[in-house]
Antibody, heavy 119, light 108 residues
Framework: VQLVESGGGQVKPGGSLRLSCTAS????????MNWVRQAPGKGLEWVSS????????YYADSVKGRFTISRDNAKKSLYLQMDSLRAEDTAVYYC?????????????WGQGTLVTVSS | IVLTQSPGTLSLSPGERATLSCRAS???????LGWYQQKPGQAPRLLIY???TRATGIPDRFSGSGSGTDFTLTISSLEPEDFAVYYC??????????FGPGTKVDIK
């Protein structure tokens, strides 16, 4: 099982960034997927979740209306489109897989990609 | 629901028992409470789900218990690789997921 995030980098406030997470080693279509972030030196914050068929999508209030989660099952990929970025969005963003039978637990995580929002 | 973890830092020696607390501001369905471990520079790892079920590959020195508003993660005998930060997490309505602030277990 492997989850590899990409797309992080430095962006100015108000800018946009699209994160990707490429999955391998498991049946991607059987699992809900999630994004969790961690600001430098801080704790974990859940960002967004998407069901295996994209029917159910959830966002934290802190990103609602600015971030969009999506997935492409054919490409085994998860995405996070981040618009109107703010300094407080600076964090390492982790892609995490949900357990197939209990979607609200995250049993596999990528190594994360750093997003820095700064002028 | 707000999760509070205590203590903030736990200083122990290898071989000692660690008891970590996670308290919820409202009563939780225990099936929705889990624990994650995070080592420096690494991604989190799922340890315990449904309050007391060990995730795949987790050693039996890790155990979870609790119900209602009070949950506990116990490490029966600390190994050198167990020194890390531990987070509890709950699944609810809004926000869907909440993490506690974490307890750091460091070497005394």
């Amino acid at each position: 099982v492997q989850l590899v995030e990409s797309g992080g980098g430095q962006v100015k406030p108000g800018g946009s960034l699209r994160l990707s997470c490429t999955a391998s080693g498991f049946s991607f279509t059987s699992h809900s997927m999630n994004w969790v972030r961690q600001a430098p030196g801080k704790g974990l914050e859940w960002v967004s979740s998407i069901s295996f068929g994209s029917t159910y999508i959830y966002y934290a209030d802190s990103v609602k209306g600015r971030f969009t989660i999506s997935r492409d099952n054919a490409k085994k990929s998860l995405y996070l489109q981040m618009d109107s970025l703010r300094a407080e969005d600076t964090a390492v963003y982790y892609c995490a897989r949900s357990i197939d039978t209990i979607w609200y637990y995250f049993d596999q995580w990528g190594q994360g990609t750093l997003v820095t929002v700064s002028s | 629901i707000v999760l509070t973890q205590s203590p903030g830092t736990l200083s122990l020696s290898p071989g000692e028992r660690a008891t970590l607390s996670c308290r919820a501001s409202q009563s939780l369905d225990g099936s929705k409470l889990g624990w994650y471990q995070q080592k420096p520079g690494q991604a989190p790892r799922l340890l315990i789900y449904a309050a007391s079920t060990r995730a795949t590959g987790i050693p039996d020195r890790f155990s979870g218990s609790g119900s209602g508003t009070d949950f506990t993660l116990t490490i029966s005998s600390l190994e050198p690789e167990d020194f890390a930060v531990y987070y509890c997490k709950q699944y609810g309505r809004s926000p869907i997921f909440t993490f506690g602030p974490g307890t750091k277990v460091d070497i005394k």
